[in-house]
């Protein structure tokens, strides 16, 4: 059975590739220092540039790795599908925004505001996951012949489990800024085990 | 039979997939903000960034799959049809720049201005658009060789369509800017329905 | 026969894609305008960045089309093809940079220098694409096993002109800047042509 | 055998491809010149940024020709590698914030310092290669059925000089910033011309 989805998982890398890379573009480089002690004073003041970097770079390497995995199991598109798709992209395209509001915000008064929003993002991209997963496995004729109904349920959960951490990351924001961007990281990091778990489950095409 | 468009294809994949990500550079982060009111303030006046990116995302990601969906029809080119093909990415690159225009100066007095240069550029991309399906479906031996008349009359109403919308709203944005932009957002939505419908009409390769 | 070089060519159809959409960046958008007549102004007198994006996409998207060609030709690949390949991308990505100069220094008495950089950049691009083929038909072995040796002499000849006509128009910009831009424009229409000239002479692949 | 690498491959050539080509967002464009005598000076000052360019792209070029040549012994993978091979691509992507500091800061004070970032990089990019390496070449069943343990052993050893010829260059930044930059470029050199002895070693897939 041919993949219809092929072109627009290649389109999909080629959005996520470029996302990921642009980057290192807000990663600030200081101008006019005149000395090597005052380069290294900007250097080390523009951590949360790097942790910002740092953050977001695993993160759309982690939604990758799980587009790629959730696209092994559909076959066919509809329009529904092409168009959450793109809406995906969009935000895989947009969390550079969030990321440098943070870098420059996260030592500022407006810590919150730039976690609340950086996390905020992050529920809306794991919420999109999981309509694009409800809506796909709807119709079992566009999915992989081979999938068994537990599998199906059980990627749902993973998403469910998601969205739910990401709402708690989310919430934590308003009380505890450094603490949600910590349960960010090992959110990401959950995901990524995840994701391993549900492949060694079911046979590779 | 082999598609001797596959490369063009792939090379245009790409530069979708690059002009649809660089929008983001585009959207304003403030800079020099002192208070999280200041702040909040500043990214909410940022609205026509956001507005401008949504509607060049969603625009360049509908010419992505139409172009997708017109080169499953064609098969073999000539050098009308890649030079025709290097304008159309000539002018999905070129949708970053009044797009730019449009976020920074929605909110002034060259309102109007801006948005006659942001809807013009769709007027020229569906002219384009029509100008490649009408040279190549001249030539029945560069397109799939199981593609019906009727489809290929179909196409071409599809894509006239298009450039009377557009020309609309490039119209209108001459009395109510706006409204022009509604329009222009509303035409992407059609496009985006007419295309699935074109898909339908005929069997997938 | 297996075509060994196919993913150098699908990494260098990345480069020459991003290269050419990031054209798009250093065409200026005006700043702190504050009435509809100024930004039209302004706007005109962007003219020759609007100019210089044109010219550098076509020559790029034409680099592209003539490095598809070549490789066609190409079908093993040794060292020499891995470096001056590298080489030839390194000018491809180069060209932004002459690019926003020509646009930024046109309209000034710096017109000729920033002319003689950018006709100069394509000199070194045609010696390169000269040197690739002298290097990679060397070697029967490493080339479309079908090639003819008139083939073989034909490419050469139309790089040739290549050289030649881009010479021409290096040194035209020391006496005649608009000259030598205007030169440089009908030659890669010239070269668009003969490499479309070139595949018809050839079965396709 | 299939490949289960491919997509993997892809995606990080995408990366690669984007990181090299992003290099020249950071050559420095000298604004608000008025002669050209003035002009000239500028660009001549512009030095250490076109080096820079020309390091790091030459550097990502063959970074991205060695990632090629180990995925072709990778025919499996699991998450360490997914992940190792991220984090490659964290590296690949990040290498243009200290050419961008090299580039600005090596005529300049600070000149030991941006050659230390620069060099350190280069050392922690080969250590990712060789953990890479070591962590897959473990695993008898991810490589590539026909490779032997003396291969194994010779990339081995290929990876190890480069990362002790690295750290040299590192050292050397503390005491001579110009000849570890001189090192590094030899170093690239070197690695292009072992990796092309590797692949004569071993029959082509």
Chains 1, 2, 3, 4 share one sequence.
Do not use: C
Request: aromatic fraction near 14%.
């Amino acid at each position: 059975m041919e993949k219809e989805t092929a072109r627009m998982e290649a389109f999909s890398d080629g959005v996520f590739a470029i996302a990921i890379t642009l980057l290192v573009l807000d990663v600030h480089v200081p101008e006019q220092v005149i000395s090597k002690a005052a380069l290294l004073t900007e250097l080390r003041g523009s951590w949360p540039y790097y942790l910002a970097f740092l953050l977001s770079f695993s993160s759309i390497y982690i939604m990758w790795v799980n587009h790629h995995k959730l696209f092994k199991q559909i076959y066919k598109r509809n329009s529904a599908i092409t168009f959450l798709n793109g809406f995906l992209l969009l935000l895989a395209t947009s969390v550079s925004y969030p990321t440098a509001l943070l870098a420059r915000y996260y030592d500022s008064p407006a810590q919150a505001l730039v976690v609340q929003l950086y996390t905020g993002l992050f529920v809306l991209i794991t919420l999109t996951y999981t309509l694009l997963w409800t809506l796909a496995s709807k119709h079992q004729d566009l999915l992989r012949p081979d999938l068994t109904p537990e599998a199906i349920t059980q990627i749902k959960h993973t998403y469910r489990w998601g969205v739910a951490g990401h709402s708690l990351a989310f919430v934590t924001a308003f009380v505890a800024p450094p603490l949600a961007l910590l349960l960010s990281a090992a959110l990401w990091t959950y995901w990524a085990f995840t994701s391993g778990r549900l492949e060694l489950t079911h046979p590779k095409v």
